[in-house]
């Protein structure tokens, strides 16, 4: 069976910085696209950023030139670093990842528990 199990979450202050870590495990042939979701109290949840395998990158607007997305192929690991934190970036975020399991079969769509992230003074 395939994991996602995400760590670095916690409560900062306005203005300060965390990174977010995402590893994948199991048996797992390769992982194309990796992301980053969110999920704030009574909203929707939301894309935060995404890279695929050829780290093409791309960002929701209220993060960018905030937030950086990288992943470690040899890990299967996804990164998020996350500065400039606001209190509108309090949620629990979620890694995904389009995982194949074998060489013969498409991608399928992961999630991790999910993380909680609080910004506040």
């Known amino acids: 069976q395939v994991q996602l199990v995400e760590s670095g979450g916690g409560l900062v202050q306005p203005g300060g910085s965390l990174r977010l870590t995402c590893a994948a495990s199991?048996?797992?042939?390769?992982?194309?696209?990796m992301g980053w979701y969110r999920q704030a109290p009574g909203k929707e949840r939301e894309l935060v950023a995404t890279?695929?395998?050829?780290?093409?990158?791309s960002y929701a607007d209220s993060v960018k030139d905030r937030f950086t997305i990288s992943r470690d192929n040899a890990k299967n690991t996804v990164y998020l670093q996350m500065n400039t934190l606001k209190p509108e970036d309090t949620a629990v975020y979620y890694c995904?990842?389009?995982?194949?399991?074998?060489?013969?079969?498409?991608?399928?769509?992961?999630w991790g528990q999910g993380t909680q992230v609080t910004v506040s003074s």
């Open positions: 995904n990842a389009a995982i194949r399991l074998r060489s013969y079969l498409g991608p399928q769509n992961y």
């Open positions: 199991g048996s797992i042939f390769s992982i194309s696209a």
């Open positions: 890279i695929t395998s050829g780290e093409r990158r």
